[in-house]
């Protein structure tokens, strides 16, 4: 397990009453069963990540960005 900064946007924010927390984590998949999400946009240090990376292990002091897809036109 390794310790990351799991940050929340939007939606989720005002869902879970927190903009970010540390939690202690092996993989990104591991970061969504956490807060039972599934439908998300997850970016890794700033970059985006795609559904196959989600077991990508994370390295001690990763930031994990989560956020709702984005809608609009």
Avoid: C, H, Q, W
């Avoid at 390794?2 to 946007?9: D, E, G, M, Q, S």
């Avoid at 927190?18 to 439908?39: A, G, H, I, Q, S």
């Amino acid at each position: 397990m390794v310790r990351v900064k799991v940050r929340l946007f939007a939606r989720l924010r005002e869902d879970f009453g927190r903009k970010e927390l540390n939690l202690e984590v092996k993989t990104v998949e591991d970061v969504l069963t956490y807060f039972n999400v599934k439908d998300v946009i997850v970016a890794i240090n700033n970059e985006l990540v795609s559904s196959s990376e989600l077991t990508k292990e994370l390295k001690d002091g990763d930031v994990v960005d989560l956020m709702p897809p984005f809608s609009g036109g």
